[in-house]
């Protein structure tokens, strides 16, 4: 793992300051708008909507990505649904390890034999894994310390909690998303976005929104603008319950976001009133709603109502 790492950070020393045009043409050729379709009709492959496929087009978007990531040289890195190659071959310009998981198993085949073709130099350095990121087993070592990826729309949410608590060696993340899930994850208390997903993230990391991304740098061309997430891991806020149980604590409280929290909690507790008494224990009032709370507060409320619940609750 040692030798790993000054690898990365000798290759990082090497092409760290990768961008300017001038640099960029001793390193790999990223994708334009004709590689991906040429790659596309190698391959036979169609975006699926299903999916939430939509390819990066955009040199200049992909090593955006890539520096507002703010990697450290010996940082691996995840990346999930690597699709044609776009960002992959970016990482790669930027001289990091990269694991790339892809559910699609024509493009998880064909992304080795594309950065071969497009950044031989750096193709060692490529790992790829066919596999569904929300069910994974295991990845090969090393272990990632980053996540930086362009995430499909439709699943976005779950995978990448999914990735923060089964993978606790990812120490940062910068993602693009939907615009609207950019705000949802990076949103304050009180606002209008800020609901389960905002909480859940911030269980895991301090979110900010990174950046704006338009949709004329994809093909094919989504109906919605996309936003750049940045997170760095932080210790969880301290509590006797786990973090199933502050998890069941959100989703009650936003499954009823309009309800004061003595009601939306009572399923959990079992009666109105038995809510009451575990928020005023909690130092909460109990009139409060889901939408005013962070996630200091629901941890707190978590570790009063779990005591409440049985095991098999």
């Given at each position: 793992m040692a030798q790993l790492r000054r690898r990365n950070r000798a290759a990082c020393d090497i092409t760290g300051h990768v961008g300017s045009d001038s640099s960029a043409s001793a390193g790999p050729k990223l994708l334009?708008?004709?590689?991906?379709?040429?790659?596309?009709?190698?391959?036979?492959?169609?975006?699926?909507?299903?999916?939430?496929?939509?390819?990066?087009?955009?040199?200049?978007?992909?090593?955006?990505?890539?520096?507002?990531?703010?990697?450290?040289?010996?940082?691996?890195v995840l990346e999930v649904g690597p699709g044609l190659g776009s960002l992959t071959l970016a990482l790669l310009e930027r001289g990091h390890e990269v694991t790339a998981v892809e559910i699609d198993p024509v493009l998880a085949g064909a992304l080795p034999t594309t950065v071969s073709e497009f950044a031989p130099k750096q193709a060692s350095r490529l790992q790829v894994v066919q596999a569904d990121a929300?069910?994974?087993?295991?990845?090969?070592?090393?272990?990632?310390?980053?996540?930086?990826?362009?995430?499909?729309?439709?699943?976005?949410?779950?995978?990448?909690?999914?990735?923060?608590?089964?993978?606790?060696?990812?120490?940062?993340?910068?993602?693009?998303?939907?615009?609207?899930?950019?705000?949802?994850?990076?949103?304050?208390?009180?606002?209008?976005?800020?609901?389960?997903?905002?909480?859940?993230?911030?269980?895991?990391?301090?979110?900010?929104?990174?950046?704006?991304?338009?949709?004329?740098?994809?093909?094919?061309?989504?109906?919605?603008?996309?936003g750049l997430v940045a997170m760095r891991r932080r210790i969880p806020p301290e509590t006797t319950a786990t973090r199933q149980q502050v998890f069941a604590v959100v989703d009650a409280a936003f499954g009823q976001r309009r309800k004061m929290l003595r009601s939306a909690l009572a399923g959990l507790t079992g009666s109105t009133a038995a809510a009451e008494a575990a928020l005023v224990t909690a130092g909460v009032d109990p009139t409060r709603r889901g939408e005013s709370l962070d996630v200091t507060d629901f941890a707190r409320i978590a570790g009063v109502i779990s005591p409440l619940r049985s095991p098999a609750t």
């Open positions: 334009g708008p004709a590689d991906v379709r040429s790659l596309a009709d190698r391959y036979g492959v169609r975006p699926v909507k299903q999916r939430g496929q939509n390819f990066v087009i955009d040199a200049n978007t992909v090593r955006r990505i890539v520096r507002a990531a703010k990697l450290a040289c010996d940082d691996v929300l069910r994974l087993s295991g990845l090969p070592r090393p272990e990632p310390t980053a996540l930086v990826a362009n995430l499909p729309y439709n699943v976005a949410v779950p995978v990448l909690l999914t990735l923060l608590a089964e993978m606790p060696s990812l120490e940062r993340v910068l993602v693009m998303v939907q615009l609207e899930v950019a705000d949802r994850l990076a949103a304050v208390p009180g606002s209008k976005a800020y609901g389960a997903p905002s909480v859940k993230a911030a269980w895991y990391a301090d979110v900010r929104r990174a950046g704006l991304v338009g949709r004329t740098v994809f093909w094919p061309t989504p109906n919605v603008d996309s």
